[in-house]
């Protein structure tokens, strides 16, 4: 079933996590025991799987994608693993729109995988709506290679810098950056 859905991500345009990458948001549910997770970006539905695999039993996943394509994608991926329907939320809409009508301190793991020029806002949006304890994850943060070049200027590698620099600064933190794929940075939210 990861299979199929990584094929039907190629064939959207989704680049689908690494299993490594995978593997590793599976182990972050499994060690916040999280039951509420928040995926920005939705894809074909595979680091959502991978998330699924890793919460509560009763966990709910809600995820947020701009385009239809990629959430009936992953519709197809969750039924086709046999995830039970109430398991799944998938709500279409920018995230930086949808974010702010969440609950605050609800939630146990944020991903996020989406639009990079965003992800400053997804920051603050996601400090905001974990509870304390609570990890968030962010996809792509070395850009292969990009963000580290100070001659790239482009908006997605200078938003990146600045997230990570946001992390790196934020008290309310402990970060860490795993060499998974494009680079995983990583934060739990202390009390």
Known sequence: ??????RRGTQLGCAP?????GAALRFLAAATQAKAVVEVGTGAGISGLYLLRGMAQDGVLTSIDVDPEPQSAAKRAFRD????PGRTRLIM??????????TEEAYDLLFVDAAKQEYPGYH????????????????????????????????E????????RAVRDD????????PLGDGLLVAAKTG
Do not use: Y
Request: proline share 5%; charged share 20%; aromatic share 2%.
């Open 157 to 164: 590698t200078v938003a990146l810098r600045e997230v990570a």
């Open 81 to 84: 693993a046999k995830i039970a």
């Open 93 to 102: 809409g920018r995230a930086l729109d949808v974010l702010p009508r969440l």
């Open 124 to 155: 603050e949006q996601g400090v905001r709506l974990l509870r304390p304890g609570g990890v968030i994850a962010f996809a792509s943060v070395l850009w292969s290679g990009g963000v580290a070049n100070p001659a790239r200027r482009d908006a």
């Open 1 to 6: 079933m990861l299979a199929a859905a990584r």
């Open 17 to 21: 996590v690494t299993q490594a990458g």
């Open 171 to 178: 008290d309310r933190l402990v970060p860490v950056l795993l």
